[in-house]
């Protein structure tokens, strides 16, 4: 192969873990309109300059994707209800070879998000529907372009109903304007979308799991189609030009399991010098060969992994079967240009930030997070919790949306080594009544279950904050302003027990379904969020837990309160609230434009406990 390791991707390619060598980003200016009428007039909008036969062009305005029409990056920064938005873009015969289309290749439409519901047109014909506002989707377009020689033009109808309390949301607020914890909403396409030229038979995912005790690795590898006789698919792992293993196999069907050996891994007195932490974020690179006899060509692509386990035990959290503290910080990506969506260099950035800041770990909070954030957290070394956003009622049409898109992204983040824990629930969000509700209690621990199913490698917390159920790790949201009640609420194992076993401090149960798991460490996984505003037209609705009245205060407060935790003999870990301020919630460590409240160094010391 002549195109570059994964690990050495710059992280524009929006799918960082299966990279082919041609494709074409379809991000930048397409038409755009509102449909407010929700007209159903289909057809009438799949033909430039002509709306039943009036003449006119639907398509009144142009929008930047993928930045959400919300937004100002959009080029439109419409925060009002508009419940469907049509897009559309032509696309060339340039832009089709520039993909790698041709000589029996099928060219695949990707989209990376769409919030919420999306339906896809090529040339007026449909080629798919999706549903679930963070997960990934991609259409098979090579039988919808008539002629790639003429191009084609690609419209796409997104529904995203703020008023529909079933349809997970996160933070994206139900009222015209945002309100404490909530912000603007963000619409349609907010993800990378696009073109890949690919073989007959194509690879789809590929799965990575370490085994740190057997020196091996075992790759599951998922085809677009069932493979044809005599297929064999190899596998290549080096790390930094070193080749650490290969193994070559016949597949049949539409998925195949490889356990590759990793000879080098067998010495137990240096095998931990390849093994991925945030102190040493080792990638092995892997390249994996999809070879057909009646294939024109092979379907190579290239991807990484990360030599490491995640586990808790003894009331300790686990990274490589060692106890680490993590030194977290809630992040709510969300950008006041961009709102949740993000260019590469904003997501490089916001990753460095918070390991410049000295934190270790990053709870993203409500959202699924765009895979190139994850990239850049694999490479710079950032443990990260992967949470779902919630819906915001307990109704039969809540629980599927919610199960089958956390499902989606269990599959699509599965081999990233930065993701350490699962958080399928927070706060109670769409199960408020867990407490005495049996339905939402059987609800919550479903989810840990169905994640472990597809994924038993990682912790799974249950109702990240309070109202356990299941959880591996026992989370605890904590918003006491004051670092000496914060010191003695959790400075031994017997104030802990009392706080775990009764009411905790938001006055939610702590642990709902039976006994305590001995094995479960203690964290507390929100507590801080100190409001500080330092700028002359200050920020209307300016709103925190507590709030400080200069940078001085700010300082005591917040270095009070991170001392208290990392006293704490019990406490495995926490996630301080938060890494920057959004819209009205100004309880950030960095301002919005990701500006530091204090010096970067006096942070740091704070986080990590030397100051």
Not at 154 to 160: F, M, N, P
Not at 285 to 290: C, G, H, M, N
Not at 450 to 473: C, F, M, Q, Y
């Amino acid at each position: 192969m002549t195109f570059k390791p994964a690990t050495a991707n710059d992280g524009t390619y929006p799918r960082p873990q299966v990279v082919r060598e041609h494709w074409l980003e379809l991000d930048g200016e397409w038409g755009f309109a509102f449909d407010d009428a929700q007209t159903g007039l289909r057809d009438a909008w799949f033909k430039a300059g002509s709306s039943s036969g009036s003449g006119a062009d639907h398509f009144d305005r142009s929008i930047v994707v993928p930045y959400p029409p919300e937004s100002p990056a959009s080029g439109i920064g419409d925060t009002s209800f508009h419940p469907v938005v049509w897009y559309r873009r032509a696309i060339t015969a340039e832009d089709i070879a520039a993909a790698g289309h041709g000589g029996g290749s099928r060219l695949v439409l990707h989209f990376g998000a769409v919030d919420y519901r999306a339906a896809v047109w090529i040339d007026g014909a449909l080629a798919g529907e999706h549903e679930g506002g963070g997960s990934p989707f991609s259409f098979d377009i090579t039988d919808l372009i008539a002629d790639p020689a003429l191009g084609a033009t690609i419209v796409v109808r997104a529904e995203d109903d703020p008023a529909d309390l079933s349809q997970p949301r996160g933070k994206q607020d139900w009222l015209l304007e945002p309100h404490v914890i909530w912000y603007h909403r963000t619409t349609g396409i907010w993800q990378p979308v696009w073109l890949e030229a690919v073989p007959a038979v194509a690879i789809e995912t590929v799965h990575w799991t370490p085994d740190l005790v057997d020196a091996s690795v075992l790759a599951r590898v998922r085809f677009d189609r069932p493979t044809a006789s005599g297929a064999t698919l190899t596998i290549a792992l080096d790390f930094d030009g070193l080749a650490l293993g290969q193994v070559s196999t016949p597949v049949s069907g539409r998925e195949a399991e490889v356990r590759i050996p990793l000879p080098t891994q067998r010495n137990g007195q240096s095998y931990e010098h390849l093994l991925w932490s945030p102190e040493h974020p080792r990638l092995i690179d892997a390249v994996v060969t999809l070879a057909s006899p009646d294939a024109v060509a092979d379907d190579v692509v290239h991807s990484y992994l990360g030599l490491r386990s995640a586990a808790v035990e003894h009331g300790d959290f686990l990274l490589n079967d060692r106890p680490y503290y993590v030194r977290s910080v809630l992040n709510q990506g969300y950008w006041p240009e961009t709102h949740l969506a993000a260019s590469t260099d904003m997501l490089r950035a916001e990753a460095q930030l918070i390991l410049d800041l000295g934190f270790n770990a990053t709870r993203i909070h409500q959202k699924y997070e765009d895979p190139r954030f994850l990239f850049f957290a694999d490479k710079l070394g950032l443990l990260v919790w992967g949470e779902a956003p919630a819906a915001y009622e307990f109704t039969s049409t809540a629980v599927t949306r919610t199960t089958t898109e956390w499902l989606a992204i269990v599959d699509r983040d599965f081999s990233h080594p930065s993701i350490v824990t699962w958080v399928p629930t927070n706060e109670s969000w769409g199960v408020q009544h867990i407490a005495h509700d049996q339905r939402m209690r059987d609800y919550a621990a479903a989810l840990v279950h169905l994640t472990k199913a597809l994924d038993p490698t990682r912790p799974v917390i249950s109702n990240d904050g309070w109202e356990h159920v299941a959880s591996d790790i026992l989370s605890v949201h904590d918003y006491e302003a004051s670092g000496p009640v914060v010191a003695e609420r959790y400075g031994s194992a017997e104030a802990v027990d009392r706080l775990l076993a009764g009411l905790g401090p938001a006055g939610r149960r702590m642990i709902v379904t039976g006994d305590r798991d001995p094995n479960a460490p203690v964290m507390l996984t929100e507590f801080g969020g100190v409001s500080f505003v330092e700028r002359a037209d200050g920020v209307e609705g300016a709103w925190g837990y507590s709030a400080a009245a200069d940078a001085a205060d700010f300082a005591e407060r917040v270095g009070s309160l991170l001392a208290a935790v990392i006293a704490s003999p019990v406490l495995s870990g926490f996630c301080y609230t938060q890494l920057a301020d959004t819209g009205q919630e100004t309880n950030g460590l960095v301002t919005d434009a990701r500006v530091p409240k204090l010096p970067v160094e006096k942070l740091r010391r704070m986080v990590r406990g030397t100051a």
